[in-house]
T-cell receptor
Framework: NAGVMQNPRHLVRRRGQEARLRCSPM?????VYWYRQLPEEGLKFMVY????????ESGMPKERFSAEFPKEGPSILRIQQVVRGDSAAYFC???????????????FGSGTQLSVL | AQKITQTQPGMFVQEKEAVTLDCTYD???????LFWYKQPSSGEMIFLIY??????QNATEGRYSLNFQKARKSANLVISASQLGDSAMYFC???????????FGKGITLSVRP
């Protein structure tokens, strides 16, 4: 049973380009979380999605960042017109469906290291 | 809002010795939980252990155990019989709100010496 798959592992972009980060959750998981980790910092929550729905985007910057989790295919975190400050590790985590949400551990991917030149 | 504090500087421990990594928290929720994750130099986040606030006994997972003291709002991770592979960053985290999103501390670097 494959874990959470993120690709690419490393992504280099020049200022002004677009970055697309992909996340395939574990099999059977329908909840996806995106986190960002700046150097020497802990992970910061960005967005929580279920299939075709954004549930909580309270941690997303207001501009240039968007996320989706379509009915088919991986979840995508998209950063338009990247700037140097976007350089960070971006982690995806998934959990199985549960109602109501519980204190269930999240399964993390290996992250995508974004470097903006 | 939840807050997690990890203030220890880089920690060093001799191989085969035990080490305690500190974590204090602040929350107004009557029911909560605490996670510890390990992040080796390769970057992935590895779940280690979880403690719920109403659990009667401190959690244990192999060489990892939680020294959970609710009155002091601390949830320290104890690693027994340290191994070289334990060298990593260690993060304490707490679920926030109804959606289980995690609030992380800044982490502690542990280096195990041979």
């Amino acid at each position: 049973n494959a874990g959470v798959m993120q690709n690419p592992r490393h992504l280099v972009r020049r200022r002004g380009q677009e970055a697309r980060l992909r996340c395939s959750p574990m099999k059977g998981h329908s909840h996806v979380y995106w986190y960002r980790q700046l150097p020497e910092e802990g992970l910061k929550f960005m967005v929580y999605l279920q299939k075709e729905n954004i549930i909580d985007e309270s941690g997303m910057p207001k501009e240039r960042f968007s996320a989706e989790f379509p009915k088919e295919g991986p979840s995508i975190l998209r950063i338009q017109q990247v700037v140097r400050g976007d350089s960070a590790a971006y982690f995806c985590a998934s959990s199985p469906p549960r109602t109501p949400p519980t204190n269930e551990k999240l399964f993390f991917g290996s992250g995508t290291q974004l470097s903006v030149l | 809002a939840q807050k997690i504090t990890q203030t220890q500087p880089g920690m060093f421990v001799q191989e085969k010795e035990a080490v305690t990594l500190d974590c204090t928290y602040d929350t107004s929720d009557p029911s909560y939980g605490l996670f510890w994750y390990k992040q080796p130099s390769s970057g992935e986040m590895i779940f280690l252990i979880y403690q719920g606030s109403y659990d009667q006994q401190n959690a244990t997972e192999g060489r990892y155990s939680l020294n959970f003291q609710k009155a002091r709002k601390s949830a320290n991770l104890v690693i027994s019989a340290s191994q070289l592979g334990d060298s990593a960053m260690y993060f304490c985290a707490m679920p926030t709100g109804a959606n289980s999103k995690l609030t992380f501390g800044k982490g502690i670097t542990l280096s195990v010496r041979p």
